[in-house]
């Protein structure tokens, strides 16, 4: 009982689901606290300093650069900490689960191959 839910949890889409939920929720908070502390205000600086930095205006609408970066950059984040401390231990584990497995034979056996040869050719009108 324990192996079937076991298999059923190292499942690929199961663990990716997981990791994308769980993880993508919990780091975005950090990340944005962090892009909110760090990059905002150094993005405000290279803009021209002040809480809209990096930002200008067209017949009164305002287009914020800046909010645009910082998103890209909380995105660069989290999916680095998601790839580097999710997704690369995941697929090691994978690797040392799968090491004394034998990999599965590709595409149809000669023996298989042969016989439907021979069904193919007793199927031929004379």
Known sequence: MLQGFKDFL?????VDLAVAV?????????VSSFTASFI???IGLAGGGGP???????????????????????FVITAAVVYFFVVTPMK???ERLNRGKEPEPEGVSEDVQLLREIRDSLQRPV
């Open 10 to 14: 190292l499942r690929g889409n199961i």
């Open 22 to 30: 769980v993880v993508g929720t919990a780091f975005t908070a950090l």
């Open 40 to 42: 905002n205000p150094l």
């Open 52 to 74: 809209e930095g990096l930002s200008f205006t067209v017949r009164d609408q305002v287009f914020t650069v800046g909010a645009f970066i910082t998103a890209v950059i909380t």
């Open 92 to 94: 090691k584990l994978n």
